[in-house]
């Protein structure tokens, strides 16, 4: 009974090529959020979800589009990959009105090739 | 923006104690983190502080807040080889729910 999980954990794919990745939480929160690690392992937030309303978006090429379906889920869809759209993905859920301590997935790894 | 600085790297030898540093610009801080990320894995939080609170110790752990200097402190007492791992520090200010992250401390345990 995993917190937060994403699919898929690993993804190799070709430059110009489109992918999602999905994030589903079971803990009944009401934000969710995307980061992404790059190599030098710095966290850098995406987006921020709360309510199914997007919060936050940071600069963030609009190749990326983030989905939320319901409050339990935050897809993300990444169109024409480039070469420096590699790097680990993770889903996060959070509480608003708790003490604000996030929940993270085990990330996903996107390697453009 | 604000920001959430800390150096880069620790290396103690096993069964030392360690201590990573944290400094943050914020001065409306309500809560501040500490989280954990293992190798190949997503960050855990590890412990966390309120801002009217000096100290917070927790079994291995402490943690050390001097509101004044804006300064955030981890203690692992006794490190082990699996406390190797990634520790970032993070603060949420109020009317905020989004924490703001610092670009996490590489400690490194060696015999």
């Known amino acids: 009974d995993t917190a937060v999980s994403q699919t898929p954990k690993y993804l190799v794919t070709q430059m110009g090529n489109d992918k999602s990745i999905k994030c589903e939480q079971n803990?009944?929160?009401?934000?969710m959020y995307w980061y992404k690690q790059d190599s030098k392992k710095f966290l850098k937030i995406m987006f921020s979800?709360?309510?199914?309303?997007?919060?936050i978006n940071e600069t963030v090429p609009n190749r990326f589009s983030p989905k939320s379906p319901d409050k339990a889920h935050l897809n993300l869809h990444i169109n024409s990959l480039e070469l420096g759209d590699s790097a680990v993905y993770f889903c996060?859920?959070?509480?608003?009105?708790?003490?604000?301590?996030?929940?993270f997935g085990p990330g996903t790894r996107l390697t453009v090739t | 923006g604000e920001d959430v600085e800390q150096s880069l790297f620790l290396s103690v030898r096993e069964g030392d104690s360690s201590v990573i540093n944290c400094t943050y610009t914020?001065?409306?801080?309500?809560?501040l983190y500490w989280y954990k990320q293992e190798p190949g894995a997503g960050l855990q939080l590890l412990t966390y502080?309120?801002?009217?609170?000096d100290m917070k110790q927790d079994q291995r752990l402490t943690v050390l807040l001097n509101k004044k200097d804006k300064h955030l402190s981890l203690r692992i007492a006794d490190t082990q080889t699996g406390d190797s791992a990634i520790y970032f520090c993070?603060?949420?200010?109020?009317?905020?729910?989004?924490?703001?992250f610092g670009r996490g401390t590489s400690l490194i345990v060696h015999p």
């Open positions: 996060a859920s959070s509480q608003a009105s708790g003490r604000g301590e996030q929940y």
């Open positions: 803990l009944g929160h009401d934000t």
């Open positions: 979800y709360n309510n199914k309303e997007l919060i």
């Open positions: 914020d001065s409306s801080s309500t809560y």
């Open positions: 502080i309120f801002s009217n609170m």
């Open positions: 993070a603060e949420i200010s109020g009317g905020s729910y989004i924490p703001t």
